[in-house]
Structure formats: structure tokens, C-alpha cells
């Protein structure tokens, strides 16, 4: 079992890493978390890194075919910092950036407090407290050179693949009404190709997604706050992404969103 000591020595490697575009195999063993608790330790430390308070959430392998890309049997949760949050068309370096990939989301910023509590959150409730809906992009990756091998213990503490997160505006329509699992998603990569998906690639549905977050972080003790975003996941296949590209993410009348990568 880690120690204190240990998760705080473990995170700071890991955010070396990242601020430095390095990778390494895996943590040493003495640092290298055994259970989902250990990494969720190790990854409560990013919030000493960040200037601002947590500016938001993110979930990794919300669909099978992503549990099988990294080599885990179910989602996993992320601190978005603020730091890393871009304006929609912005343009961010690819760096060394190391999955190159884009992914389209449904977001959701919180209204009010979702705190720990003994009993589950059903998704009514978290809808509930959701102020506005908003389409994302987010730009992953890992700090281990092959993150398909690692296992989940360790992606958690890696912030669950979290780089960089791109929020477009809230949506204006009636997003309440709208079946959300049904819902279109267009990918797309200015004259190279188009990538479309659904809601239902998330969890099933992203407000399923979103439940599960708050009962992820309900069990881990901590507050899903207001003003939190949440990005649930990605409703397309992947989309490969390399310099020059400019990245599309349409959720239709909900709402669009780019990023120019350079």
C-alpha cells in the first residue's frame, strides 16, 4: 500500500513528465499504484500543481472499443486544470504530444453541488443540476510510452490520458429535450477527412456518463462543485490529428467547436 510520501513522489514525477513532454515505461515499483484508489491518490496531487482551483472533470474509456485501446474494463475519471483549458478556436502546439489524436464531447457544466453522500446519484438528479450543455474537443495523451500496457491503476494516476480541453460556448437550444443517446456527432478535419458518431458511443448516453462521474468522485469522497465542466467522453472514433490540421466538432444544433493545431 502507498504511503503519503509515496503518491506525492509518484504524482511528481508524473507531472514532470508532462511538463516536459517526456514518457517513461511505467512508475518505479515502490511509486507504482496496485489498486484505482492508489491512482486517484496519486492524481489528488495535480490539484497542489495548479495555480486555480479544478476547473473540471474528464472520462476516459467511456466505450469498449476505448477500454480495449488502453487496456482497461471500464471508464476512468480526470482532473481537467485550468491551465489547460483553450478557447475555442484557439490554436495549440502539437508539441510532443504523444496519442495525436482529437475527440468530440458532449460537456456539461454543473449548477450546483453534487457532495459525497451513501447513496447513488440517479442521472435525474445530476441532470438536475446541471446548468448548461456545451460540445468539446479534447486532445489526450499519456505520460507512458505505451499506455495500452499499464493498466488502469496507473492511467488514473496519469490524470486519465488528460492534456488539453477545448470548451465551446453553452448550447442555446433545448438540450433537455433532446435524446441525447440518439444525438449526431460530426468529427472533422479540414480537408482531410469526417468522422461521425453518437451519444450512445458514451456509456450508452452521455447523461449516463455524467452520472457516473458524480458517483465516481461521490465514492472517492469528493464534491462535484458548481461551475465544474464535465466532458464525458468521445462520441466518435478517435480523430488523428497532426500539424497544421484544424479540428471541427459539431453536435449540430447544439453547438460546434474547432481548435487549429500547429
Not at 19 to 26: F, H, I, K, P
Not at 83 to 110: C, D, K, Q, T, Y
Not at 132 to 158: K, M, N, Y
Not at 228 to 256: A, K, N, R, Y
Request: proline share 6%.
Amino acid at each position: 500500500m502507498l504511503g503519503p510520501d509515496q503518491t506525492l513522489a509518484a504524482s511528481a514525477l508524473l507531472f514532470d513528465h508532462w511538463q516536459n513532454g517526456r514518457r517513461l515505461q511505467a512508475l518505479p515499483p515502490d511509486l507504482r499504484p496496485a489498486t484505482r484508489a492508489e491512482g486517484y491518490a496519486i492524481q489528488a496531487h495535480l490539484e497542489e500543481r495548479s495555480a486555480s482551483p479544478v476547473f473540471g472533470w474528464k472520462i476516459a474509456a467511456t466505450s469498449r472499443a476505448g477500454q480495449v485501446h488502453i487496456g482497461v474494463d471500464g471508464p476512468m475519471a480526470g482532473r481537467i486544470l485550468l491551465e489547460r483549458v483553450i478557447e475555442s478556436g484557439a490554436a495549440v502546439p502539437l508539441g510532443a504530444n504523444h496519442m495525436r489524436v482529437a475527440e468530440i464531447e458532449f460537456a456539461f457544466r454543473m449548477g450546483r453541488d453534487l457532495p459525497p453522500r451513501s447513496t447513488s446519484y440517479a442521472p435525474q438528479e445530476v441532470l438536475a443540476a446541471v446548468d448548461s450543455l456545451h460540445p468539446a474537443i479534447e486532445l489526450s495523451d499519456s505520460r507512458f510510452e505505451d499506455f495500452a500496457t499499464v493498466g488502469a491503476p496507473q492511467l488514473i494516476s496519469d490524470n486519465a490520458c488528460a492534456h488539453l480541453f477545448v470548451l465551446g460556448p453553452p448550447s442555446t437550444a433545448e438540450w433537455r429535450t433532446i435524446d441525447l443517446a440518439e444525438h449526431k456527432v460530426l468529427g472533422r478535419v479540414a480537408g482531410r477527412f469526417e468522422r461521425e458518431g453518437k451519444g450512445a458511443n458514451v456509456l450508452d448516453d452521455p447523461r449516463l456518463a455524467l452520472a457516473w462521474l458524480a458517483n465516481e468522485l461521490s465514492q472517492l469522497g469528493i464534491t462535484l462543485k458548481a461551475g465544474q465542466v464535465v466532458t464525458t467522453g468521445t462520441c466518435t472514433v478517435p480523430i488523428e490529428i497532426t500539424g497544421g490540421d484544424e479540428v471541427f466538432g459539431s453536435l449540430g444544433i447544439l453547438g460546434e467547436v474547432s481548435v487549429r493545431i500547429l
